[in-house]
């Protein structure tokens, strides 16, 4: 599997590392060329400010919406998340309008806010997901069309797919657990997704 990660800002290296362990081929794109041949693509976490200007700068845009438009298979983490969302509370960044969810940036407050928290996400299984919430956009509303897989214990979605798109509010990189990125590659027509395969040994250090 071919696998695309936006690498023009944020933590695309480490979404590469946990492709690479699982066996996919981890393709870093920089321009609209790079996007050709991809089974999927990864919008990384990072400044959703910055990560769109830049996606506008390399004319990135209108070819992942595409890429989006034509079935293939989209996910985006944090900002990633932001960016793949219809509507979001403020008036920068522009989302790509591509899931019908409505997002709020920085709901949790600043870096110092960050946390952990255990999540159940459905079809994983029995073991509960360790999720790492860093400057975490939460999803506000959620349209007809969109699934929610997991939620804070308050009941904010976090973690929400439409068709082959997918989104969360934390970040799977930078955990020993690769069932997102697997559940990813499933969805963008890799093998069955087994929520019972082993984890990986560590996240890539910095």
């Not at 089974?39 to 992942?64: A, C, K, N």
């Not at 293939?72 to 793949?84: E, F, Q, R």
């Not at 299984?125 to 214990?153: K, M, N, Q, S, T």
Request: proline residues 6%.
């Amino acid at each position: 599997m071919n696998i695309g990660v936006l690498a023009v800002q944020g933590d695309f290296a480490e979404h590469c590392h946990v492709l690479r362990t699982i066996g996919a081929t981890a393709i870093e794109v920089r321009l609209p060329d790079h996007l050709a041949g991809l089974d999927g693509l990864i919008i990384p976490g990072g400044e959703s400010t910055t990560l769109s200007r830049l996606m506008s700068l390399y004319g990135l845009r209108e070819p992942v919406a595409r890429m989006a438009s034509s079935g293939k298979a989209v996910w985006g983490t944090c900002a990633g998340m932001i960016m793949l969302a219809n509507e979001i509370t403020e008036a920068d960044p522009v989302p790509l309008q591509l899931m019908d969810v409505g997002v709020q940036r920085n709901a949790f407050g600043r870096q110092v806010d960050s946390f952990e928290q255990a999540l159940a996400i459905r079809g994983f299984g029995d073991d509960e997901y360790h999720g790492i919430f860093i400057r975490a956009p939460v999803i506000i509303r959620v349209g007809a069309g969109v699934d929610v897989l997991a939620a804070l214990p308050d009941g904010r979605p976090v973690a929400v797919q439409q068709g082959k798109l997918l989104a969360t509010s934390f970040h799977p990189e930078l955990t020993a657990d690769a069932r997102v990125h697997r559940y990813f590659v499933a969805l963008a027509g890799g093998p069955s997704f087994d929520p019972d395969a082993p984890a990986i040994a560590a996240p890539r250090v910095r």
